[in-house]
């Protein structure tokens, strides 16, 4: 157990609709990372947050956000879904965001667009 | 952008088989490095990694891997593998001044007992 919790495990939706993936960081860590997993583009980072502020961005679609809040849990809103956007979440915690952070993963959530 | 290889997607060994696992990346400055490790239905968690000094690192449960900067290299190693080292492998670096890490495409290895 990572300490890092996401939910929901599972979330099976149709196309066009909007999800709301959720994450809990390690006590103590106030960074926040937010990665897409799929069989054909591998790990992705999609965003990083520290301390509620946003301090990386990677291949994140215009319909996608993240926002950490100030008990810096963190959700990813997913919005007019597709059948690409099929994947594995995952989110990650470190304890400062820094460059070299050790990075903590929760379970994922597994995102099945219909 | 720096983009990280690993050549090998699936590879399948016996109980007390050597393992290397290779990683390249691409980028010409300071890096830093990571192994993560996946076993079935858990969280990817850190194997080991690199910042600098002594280019030859030490993970957890027998791994370890040797960074050649000449090569840009990072390739994973364990003389001697169990089943429970069943898992997806992930390299990943951390370019400087980027807080953006690049993952691997993954290596699935599969040992049998």
């Known amino acids: 157990d990572s300490g890092v919790t996401q939910t929901p495990k599972h979330l099976i939706t149709a196309t066009g609709q909007r999800v709301t993936l959720r994450c809990s960081p390690r006590?103590?860590?106030?960074?926040v990372y937010w990665y897409q997993q799929s069989l054909d583009q591998g790990l992705q980072f999609l965003i990083q947050y520290y301390n509620g502020e946003e301090r990386a961005k990677g291949n994140i679609l215009e319909r996608f956000s993240a926002q950490q809040f100030p008990d810096l849990h963190s959700e990813l809103n997913l919005s007019s879904l597709e059948l690409g956007d099929s994947a594995l979440y995952f989110c990650a915690s470190s304890a400062s965001g820094g460059k070299g952070d050790e990075q903590f993963f929760g379970p994922g959530t597994r995102l099945t667009v219909l | 952008a720096q983009s990280v290889s690993q050549h090998n997607h699936h590879v399948i060994l016996s109980e007390a088989a050597s393992l290397e696992l290779g990683c390249n990346y691409s980028?010409?400055?300071?890096?830093?490095l990571f192994w993560y490790v996946q076993y079935p239905g858990q969280h990817l968690q850190l194997l080991l990694k690199?910042?600098?000094?002594?280019?030859l690192v030490k993970g957890i449960k027998g791994f370890e891997a040797e960074f050649i900067k000449s090569k840009f290299s990072f390739n994973l190693r364990k003389p001697s593998v169990q089943w429970s080292d069943t898992a997806e492998y992930f390299c990943a670096v951390n370019a400087e001044g980027s807080y953006i890490p690049t993952f691997g495409r993954g290596t699935s290895l599969i040992v049998h007992p």
């Open positions: 006590s103590g860590d106030l960074s």
């Open positions: 690199y910042f600098s000094g002594d280019p």
């Open positions: 980028y010409g400055g300071t890096v830093n």
